[in-house]
């Protein structure tokens, strides 16, 4: 279980910058997004971007390819992408002009090349357990950890935590929720970050989770 949550924490804490990156990227087409800074790396043990675009990005995870789609309003944003040998790492914003989509906080989602070993009941278990609690926090110990909620939902498990510790981004408030899922047989983590003075409810964080779940398989279908 501690390699399981090893990549899962790792999924949703991406943090390296991307790798050196080789010199030889293609021109991007007129109007295309400049996706210079996302050609193949040197290693091929990192995971590929196959294409690049606001509303799509094809993440090759180690032979299985991952769309991942947001939902209406939401936008990737192509300077948030990182990649590296165990995840591509990505966030989830407002699309410029579109009305507010209501976050609430700071929505990410890594994509793994590795499945869910065990599957969503040998997680779920996992995380009954103290140091499962403590992961799914910022770093800190488990008295500033506690579990609010956990609850399986179709082909997901959510996990909402609050942390009170001091290790978090600047931006961060004390809720934290996350979504595990598996598409085309990866590891797929959805991160919901509350932001520091903002009131959020883990119930309304879950649904919006679970909407993303939900767009993430419908366009791997």
């Known amino acids: 279980m501690n390699t399981i949550w090893k990549r899962a924490r790792r999924a949703a804490f991406a943090g ?3 790798a ?3 010199a030889c990227a293609p021109e991007p087409a007129p109007g295309a997004p400049d996706i210079s800074r996302l050609q193949q790396p040197l290693s091929p043990d ?3 971007i196959v294409s690049v675009a606001p509303d799509l990005v094809e993440v090759d995870a180690a032979g299985n390819v991952v769309r991942v789609t947001p939902p209406d309003g939401l936008c990737i944003p192509l300077d948030s992408i990182q990649t590296g040998p165990e995840s591509v790492f990505m966030i989830f ?3 410029p002009g579109a009305p507010r989509a209501g976050l609430g906080g700071v929505l990410s989602i890594s994509v793994s090349r590795m499945p869910l070993a065990g599957g969503l009941p040998a997680l779920e278990r996992f995380f009954d357990s103290p140091k499962g609690v403590i992961g799914l926090g910022y770093g800190g110990d ?3 950890v506690s579990m609010v909620e956990t ?3 179709p082909r997901a498990l959510y996990a909402v935590v609050e942390d009170r510790s001091e290790f978090g981004p600047a931006f961060a408030g004390d ?6 899922t598996e598409i085309d047989d990866r590891m797929t983590v959805v991160t919901l970050i509350s932001r520091r003075g903002e009131r959020q409810e883990a119930a309304g964080m879950r649904a919006k989770l679970a909407e993303i779940v939900a767009a993430l398989h419908a366009g791997n279908a």
């Open 151 to 153: 609850m399986t939902g």
């Open 16 to 18: 390296a910058l991307l």
């Open 93 to 95: 914003a407002e699309c």
């Open 175 to 180: 809720l934290i929720c996350r979504a595990f």
């Open 20 to 22: 050196a990156l080789a």
């Open 142 to 144: 488990r008295a500033d």
């Open 46 to 48: 990192y995971l590929q």
